[in-house]
Structure formats: C-alpha cells, structure tokens
C-alpha cells in the first residue's frame, strides 16, 4: 500500500549572505579618502618641490611675453603652458609657488583652531557649569561677529604677515571644536570607565588626556580635515581682498585679483589659479566627508 505522507522536498542549500550596505559603503568611502589624501600629498610634494617643478621663476618680468595665452614658446623664447600675467611673469609656475603659500597657512591655521577648540571643548565638557556657559557664549559671540570685519580689524592693527594670518584664520574655526568635543565629552564624563578612574583618585587632566580625548580623536580628526578646506579659501579670500600674503610672493587669491582687470583680454591669469582653489577645495572638504563615513559607527559591520 503505497503510503500517503507526501514525500518531504530536499533541502535547498541556503545561499550565502551578501555584504551589507553599510560595509560596501564604509570601504568605498575608504578608497574615495585614500585617493583624496592622494592628492593632498601630490599637492604637498609640489609645494615642497617648487624650485624644481617650477619652469620658471615666479617673479621674474618679461614685459615682451606680457599677457601671453598659453602656449609652447612666447615671444621670449621660454614656454608658458598657463600663459603669462600683466608683468610677464609665468603662470604656471606662480601657480605651484602659490601652494606653499595656501597649504602653509591651512596647516598652521588647522593646527592652530584644533588646539585651541579642543582644549576649550574637552574643558567645557568636563567641567560644565560656568565653566560650560562661558566658552559656548564666547563661541556664540564669535559666530555672530563677521569674520571680514574681524579679520580686517587685526590685520589693520598687526599688519599681514604670514602669523597674523594663521591666528587670525586659526581663531575662527576654533568653535567648531570646541561645540563637537564638548557634546561628546558631555557624553563620555558619565560613562563608566571615566567614573572608575575618577574614584581611583584621578585628576581631571588626567582623565581628560587619557580617557576623554582618545575617544573623541577620529572626530577632531574628520574636523581638522574640513577646516583645512575652510582655512584655505579663508587665505584666498584675505588675499583677494589685499589682506593675505603681499605681492611678490605668489599666493592663488592674489593671482585671481591680480587678472580681475584683464578677464576679457587675459582670462589665464585669473582662470587657472581659480580652478586650483576650487579643485583643492572640494577635494579636500569631500575627504573630510568620506572620512567621517569610514569612521562613522553606525555604518560598521557587524
């Protein structure tokens, strides 16, 4: 008798698990940072580099090849692949000697904000109290006071010169550290481990510098990388405005003010610095953005 229990259907083998999202995303951002860092370094090597990448030298006039287009040989024998500007003076190499100018005063001004907003922040948020009040209400003035006219104000009393520069950029960005590292050192004073070392005696620096502030690093990381971003076309901007690094040292604002007054007849001398500005700073910011994806929790595997 042929039995009635319906004959049970072999088990499919179960398919793998395909990655997540988050991973996929999390190394896609990877490679988007290693190729923007890639070119920070390039940047950086051709700012080192100039005496050698550098065809020409940056100050040197040629009033015969004066306001050249770009080309292979000028009238003064010599190749100007970006042309020349209103003093014959190459573009290119201007161009690259403008970089140790943009990428010096970032640096220095990132270095300089990211000090100063940590210590503030990791103080206000380990302290709280009036201590928290009094650098969140100095940070709220500050943000909104304009920052051309306080530039212009400190800059008219010390003069431009290459530290006045880096303080004055470098105090502007200081807030955005210290509102982020204060919101997270809120956070981490609770936590078990600082409460741990608090009760074993530990002193408020200590805990500050060993427990609160390795934590809070990837974060001042990501934001020092969009302030470096911000700080080079605040140097640009001051330069444009006759505020930054005087002529006749080369810097990629004052080459864009320099061929205002020529656009129509000589638009190569405003137009290719402008683009390196542009191109550096987007590249730049975006690295900050896809950093913060690798180093975002929420977007790790399991």
Known sequence: MASSIPALAPTEAAAPAEPTAAPRGRRRALRLVLLGAGFVVLLAFAALAA??????????????ARLSPPTWEAADGRA?????????RDVLSRVIYGSRVSLAIGFAAVLVGSVVGSALGLWAGFRGGWADSLVMTIG??????PFILLAIGIIGVLGPSFPTLVVVIGLSGWVAYARVL???TLVLRS????????????SATRIMLRHVLPNVLSTLVVIATLELARAIVLEATLSFL????????????GMVQEGREYLDSAWWISTF???VLMITSIVVSRTGDWLRDVLDPTLRGE
């Open 273 to 275: 610095p402008g683009l």
């Open 140 to 145: 709220d003035a500050q943000l909104a006071f």
């Open 242 to 253: 006759g505020l930054g690094i005087q002529p006749p040292t080369p810097s990629w604002g």
């Open 182 to 184: 204060r919101s997270q």
């Open 51 to 64: 005496p050698w990448l550098a065809p020409q030298d940056p100050n040197r006039q040629s009033l015969r």
């Open 191 to 202: 936590r078990e481990f600082v409460e741990a070392v608090h009760g074993l005696g530990g």
């Open 80 to 88: 100007h692949l970006l042309g020349t500007d209103h003093l014959g």
